[in-house]
Structures are given as C-alpha cells and as structure tokens.
C-alpha cells in the first residue's frame, strides 16, 4: 500500500495518492458494494482528510489499516456514511405510494383479512422515513393491520441511520413533508415522534444488500430506492437477482427515478409503472 498521502502543511488537508484512492475504492466495492470512479477522487478526499484530522490518524495506511482491524466496525459505518448519502423524506417519489395505495396494498390486505402473511420490505431504508410512509398508507386503507399478519421490514448497512430510524423522531419540517391525509390525528404526541400505531408496523435490521439475505420467507413489495446507484453495473444486476428471488409471484419492486433494472432479472421483473417492477416468474434467479 502506497505511503505517498501525507498532511499538505499548506492546508492542514491530507493529499489522497492515486494508490489510496483504489486502496479505498477496492475497499468500498468489496465490502459495500459501492463503485468509486476516479472522478469521485476530489470528493473522496475531502471527506476522508476531514475525518482523519478529527480521528488525528497521520496517513491513510493507518487509516486503512483500522478499518480492517478487530473492533473497526464502527469506523467501517463512519467510511461508508462519508461515501454515500442517507438523504431521504417521507414519501419521497410519490407517484410509488399511490401505486401501493392503489394497486399492491388492496390484494394484500384481503389476503390478510383471510389470513394470509403479507411483508413489505423497504431495503436502504436510512433514518426511516420510507418505511413509516409505507406503514402510514397501509394504517390508511387498513387501521386494524396490527391484528393481522402484515408486517414492513426497514433494513440499511449504516447502524447509526438504522437507530435514528427505530428512535422515530423527526424534526417538524421533516414531518410537515407527510400529507395531511396520511397524518394520524390525535396521536403524534409533543415530542415529534411517530405515532405508536405506525411505528409499531414497522421493525428494523442492519443488512448489507451485497451479502446474501438471511430471509427464509418471500416479500410481497420491495422498495430499493436510491441505494445501487452507488453500485456497479455487475453488482445491480446480482442485488436486482436476489430481490426478484426474495418476490413472491406478483410481487412488487420499487426502485429509484435515476436507477435501471438490467440483467438477468429484467426477463422475471415486468415494468409495472414509473421504476415499477412486478415479479412474473415464481421461479428464482439468485
Ligand atoms: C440515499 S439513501 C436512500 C434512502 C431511501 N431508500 C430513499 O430513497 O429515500 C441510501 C441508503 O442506502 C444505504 N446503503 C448504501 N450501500 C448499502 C448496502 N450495500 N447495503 C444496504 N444499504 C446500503 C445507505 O446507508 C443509505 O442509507
């Protein structure tokens, strides 16, 4: 590993060698799944040589070293957090929650009142606000869900996003973002937080979308919005697999406005709308 990156004594800023970059590029693809091209070097560096002046780490070897290091799970999360972005707001790409208003949740929710099992998973979830958007238009069209077998699934690689999403407290801007006719009334409490009946549909995971998933039973929808688009083209195409293997028939996956569906599951996964998939195949790809 290279030792040309050194503190600029000009700046107080770390110079990131075009070595550190693909040592730091090869890391995030193997263990995030993130494709960094060398225009993302200027980005990159900035961010890196931020934190290791707080971290008060002299080079990048060091740097590189801990990550891999026992115990360098959380400084792990803090690389991922600096090359990604966990933007986010409640019923982002709205035109996905009146598909599952209209067309995925009314068969689910018979299937339920049948007694059917029905799971909804929102994968790269962040801080929540996906997850509780789904859980607030199935309170909508389904106020009793909690007596039924529905449950909604929030996963994201980052631990920090995924506390801040079990926490559910949200600044009130944030909140003003819901539309009025998903609000709970009589239930939002002083303190900003979720109402009990929409957090308590919604439970959460940390899971990493290139590792297999732990999952013995299939989902009924899917939301993977605005997470591969960090990936390579190779490693879309294997999540896009695993996600169409995790479908029940006519399952629904949601994916992002910037995001495309290639590969091998684009023969299962038929669209179904605006970045709309429904899943034509019971067989399996993954
Ligand atoms: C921009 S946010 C998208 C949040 C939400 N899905 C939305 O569209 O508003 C991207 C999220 O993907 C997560 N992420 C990035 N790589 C991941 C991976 N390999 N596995 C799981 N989550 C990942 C990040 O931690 C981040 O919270």
């Known amino acids: 590993m290279s030792i040309a990156s050194s503190i600029d004594p000009g700046v107080g800023q770390f110079s990131l060698s075009d070595q550190d970059f693909d040592a730091i590029a090869k890391f995030a693809h193997k263990n995030f799944g993130l494709a960094l091209s060398s225009n993302k070097k200027p980005l990159v560096s900035s961010r890196l040589s931020r934190r290791l002046n707080k971290l008060k780490v002299q080079n990048f070897n ?11 799970e959380g400084e792990r999360s803090e ?3 600096l090359l990604t972005t966990n933007v986010t707001q409640f019923f982002r790409e709205s035109h996905h929650f009146d598909t599952l208003r209209n067309d995925v949740l009314p068969p689910l929710i018979e299937k339920a009142r049948s007694g059917g099992r029905v799971r909804l998973w929102s994968a790269g979830c962040s ?3 996906e997850p509780y958007s ?15 077998d529905i449950k909604i699934l929030g996963t994201d690689i980052d631990p920090v996003v995924v506390r801040t999403a079990q926490a559910a407290q949200y600044p009130a801007d944030e909140l003003a973002q819901i539309p009025a006719e998903y609000r709970v009334k009589g239930d939002s409490g002083a303190d900003n937080k979720m109402p009990e009946v929409i957090r ?8 990493n979308l290139i590792e297999p998933f732990p999952f013995r039973g299939k989902f009924d929808a899917i939301f993977c919005r605005n997470v591969a688009i960090y990936f390579d083209t190779p490693t879309q195409q294997k999540v896009w697999a695993a996600f169409q293997a ?7 996956l949601f994916i992002g406005h910037s995001e495309r ?5 684009a023969t299962q996964l038929k669209t179904a709308g605006i970045t709309t998939y429904i899943n034509s195949s019971a067989g399996t790809l993954a």
């Open 134 to 148: 789904i859980a607030m238009v199935l309170h909508k069209l389904c106020p009793e869900a909690g007596r039924l």
């Open 62 to 72: 060091k740097y590189l070293a801990s990550l891999d290091a026992p115990g360098g």
């Open 79 to 81: 690389l991922l957090s």
């Open 127 to 129: 801080n929540g606000q």
């Open 246 to 252: 995790s479908l029940n028939p006519n399952g629904y």
């Open 200 to 207: 308590s549909r919604v439970s959460f995971g940390v899971l």
């Open 261 to 265: 569906m290639s590969g091998p599951a």
